[in-house]
């Protein structure tokens, strides 16, 4: 079952999917964005991916709705 209450996200999961809900972006970007490593960052986007809330399109994440 995919998860998406947002409410229980984690707030790293939170502040990833506030950034990448106003516009697509690569990894690069929302770790500049979001002031995270890239290492936390891939875990964080692996969890939103996981809960169906993020897929990645032409190498930028994006918000699935």
Sequence with gaps: ???KDLSRLSENE???Y???V???MSIDE?????NMPISL???VI???ELKGIATEIDN????VF
Excluded: F, G, R
């Design 18 to 20: 506030e950034v990448i």
């Design 1 to 3: 079952m995919i998860d």
């Design 14 to 16: 939170k502040k990833v």
């Design 46 to 48: 692996t969890m939103l």
């Design 22 to 24: 106003l516009k697509p």
């Design 30 to 34: 929302i770790s500049q964005v979001v």
């Design 60 to 63: 930028k994440w994006n918000i």
């Design 41 to 43: 960052l891939m875990s």
